[in-house]
């Protein structure tokens, strides 16, 4: 849907994702964001293998948290860096992060791996932003979603 040359998406199969961010590399990219089907295990081994870090997002609900749980035997086993972020999660009301938000953050800390103190909120600017395929912080930059989007990179640049 984005027309625009940047970001530049590319599909690659498992098997040629290391020539792919070798070639990447030496076009003078920094920065590969990967992105796997959650069902496909090689794959997500795979891309685990050559990431830098990881991050394993899951919607609050207790079977989606129970289905993270292969991602995260993947990057435990492969002794990546690696952390679990929650997304489409009810927004904060006044008081913080609603109740099931906090619980599956306690739920989360059983895999071991760092739990983003970022969650990022079922908001409707996410489906506005994709129609044309932008990112929210180009569609609202100001708006709720663009913040929290924000606040979970500032987050990650943390993390290595």
Request: proline content about 5%; some cysteine.
């Amino acid at each position: 849907r984005r027309q625009l040359e940047r970001p530049r998406v590319e599909r690659c199969s498992a098997e040629g994702l290391e020539e792919k961010l070798g070639e990447l590399e030496a076009q003078g990219s920094d920065l590969v964001l990967l992105d796997t089907a959650p069902h496909s295990s090689h794959d997500a081994a795979t891309a685990v293998t050559l990431a830098d870090f990881v991050l394993i997002a899951s919607r609050p609900a207790i079977l989606d948290l129970e289905a993270i749980g292969e991602s995260v035997k993947i990057v435990k086993r492969r002794e990546a860096r690696g952390a679990v972020v929650l997304n489409a999660c009810p927004p904060p009301h006044i008081f913080g992060e609603t109740a099931i938000v906090r619980e599956a953050r306690e739920a989360v800390a059983v895999y071991g791996l760092p739990v983003s103190p970022v969650s990022v909120s079922q908001r409707a600017a996410f489906s506005h932003a994709l129609i044309d395929g932008h990112a929210v912080t180009e569609y609202e930059s100001k708006g709720k979603a663009a913040a929290e989007i924000r606040g979970l990179w500032d987050w990650i640049e943390t993390q290595w």
